[in-house]
């Protein structure tokens, strides 16, 4: 069974940097795409970034470009979101997800992370 464990959360004066981090059991990794989503309080979970299964494309939404940086490493199963310049805006629990395809909607992603708290305090 396929399991993604989220880390790396926490509370961060606007300003502040996180990284995140997904750790894939159960399947091969570097099979899948790996995208991060969020969910903030009162509002529908919105895609943020995607990467390929090797890394060589990916892809962000507008309002975190310049600012966060998805990465992933095969042989750690691991895919990251490097998040910086953080505001108040980006907080919400942040889910991590697999997809055998491609996408930026959450229904092309088969399988999900529990997810992590982000908080950013102004």
């Known amino acids: 069974q396929v399991q993604l464990v989220e880390s790396g959360g926490g509370l961060v004066q606007a300003g502040g940097s996180l990284r995140l981090s997904c750790v894939a059991s159960g399947c091969t990794f570097s099979s899948y795409a790996m995208g991060w989503f969020r969910q903030a309080p009162g509002k529908e979970r919105e895609f943020v970034a995607a990467?390929?299964?090797?890394?060589?494309?990916?892809y962000d939404v507008d309002s975190v470009k310049g600012r966060f940086t998805i990465s992933r490493d095969n042989a750690k199963s691991t895919v990251y979101l490097q998040m910086n310049s953080l505001k108040p805006e980006d907080t919400a629990v942040y889910y991590c997800?697999?997809?055998?395809?491609?996408?930026?909607?959450?229904?092309?992603?088969?399988?999900w992370g529990q997810g992590t708290q982000v908080t950013v305090s102004s």
């Open positions: 990467i390929n299964w090797s890394g060589g494309e990916i």
């Open positions: 997800a697999a997809s055998l395809s491609w996408g930026t909607s959450f229904d092309e992603y088969e399988y």
